[in-house]
């Protein structure tokens, strides 16, 4: 575990460097700016879609979940809402104040606390929040409920295409950034350089499996707690198999299934807590790159350790 909390700590701490973030805001405004394109260009055709698969689902799932669903997002509003205030009145005095590097530790620390401030009105509050929905949904008739349900779902389906192409992107950039990491925090070291078009060859293959299990499992997703932990399974899925071998692909010569399951438990580990960063809107976009950083760290020094 000393390990693993070390490449957690190295993981959190090089996201948010300067060297890495570039990157990162890079892809991520590529990947939110062409799916919301996308989306608009698709958005009847989706939202079609999605109330045609809502009318074989029964009337008081609907409006359960669409209640659950209605109080997430009301939670993701007021966190991204919260911290653009918080910028829009005090961004301006901090860019004056801070570096490049402690600017971004603040942005986003700060819309961490933003999230958790809302998180716990949520816990305290949310049946409250849950139960007024439930009310407002209940006063409507089934059509516009099924509508409105159906937006949200294809908010659902736009933001996980926004999350898998982070996937793609973090892997793409994955040898640029470790390499930078690798001169400033490794020095005695080298990082491999022959698996590149593997690992993309490996990404892809991943999000084509995500994409059919997601279909399959999309039913599950209207039974209320249950649908939180399929998400997860989901994005563990996605997530886990891409950065674990990107990061081994950067440290080993020959990466094989035995490799990966020698570092099993680090790998769930890791995996669960880049997961944590797909819930929170912005802060997604983190997730990939810190989880193949955090795992090239923990495979570094078990490979040093094993060395000595």
């Known amino acids: 575990m000393k390990h693993i909390s070390s490449a957690i700590l190295f993981g959190f701490k090089e996201v948010f460097s300067w060297h890495t973030m570039k990157y990162i805001l890079l892809s991520g405004a590529v990947a939110t700016l062409v799916w919301i394109a996308f989306g608009y260009l698709i958005w009847d055709g989706l ?4 109330a045609a698969v809502l ?13 659950w669903m209605l109080s997430t997002f009301l939670w993701f509003q007021l966190t991204l809402v919260t911290f653009a205030l918080i910028f829009a009145f005090g961004g301006n005095l901090l ?20 999230a958790l401030f809302w998180g ?3 816990f305290f509050k949310g049946d409250y929040i849950y139960a007024q929905f439930l009310k407002l949904l209940t006063w409507l008739p089934f059509e516009t409920i099924e509508k409105g349900v159906a937006f949200l ?3 659902y389906i736009i933001y996980n295409a926004i999350v898998a192409t982070m996937l793609f992107f973090a892997s793409l950039f994955s040898e640029p950034i470790i390499e930078d990491i690798q001169l400033r925090e490794f020095e005695e070291d080298d990082v491999v350089r022959d698996n590149m078009f593997k690992t993309i060859g490996y990404t892809l293959k991943d999000s084509m499996i ?14 209320p707690v249950l649908n939180i932990f399929v998400q997860i399974a989901l994005w563990i899925w996605l997530t886990k198999n891409t950065i674990s071998y ?5 440290t080993h010569e020959n990466v094989d299934k035995a490799l990966q399951k020698r570092y099993g438990a680090a790998v769930w580990i890791i995996t669960a807590v880049t997961v944590l960063f ?31």
């Open 47 to 50: 939202i079609s879609m999605s």
């Open 55 to 67: 009318e074989m689902v029964p009337f008081s799932l609907v409006r359960s979940n669409g209640a």
């Open 95 to 114: 860019l004056r104040t801070l570096s490049k590097e402690k600017y971004s530790t603040v942005s986003i620390l700060t819309l961490l606390g933003s």
């Open 120 to 122: 716990v009105v949520w």
């Open 153 to 155: 779902i294809g908010f």
């Open 210 to 223: 995500f994409i059919v299990v997601s279909v399959v499992a999309f039913p599950l997703l209207f039974v």
């Open 246 to 250: 990107d990061a081994l692909s950067l």
């Open 278 to 308: 797909y819930f929170v809107p912005v802060l997604n976009i983190f997730g990939p790159y810190f989880g193949t950083i955090a795992l090239f760290a923990y495979f570094k020094s078990h490979k040093a350790e094993e060395a000595a």
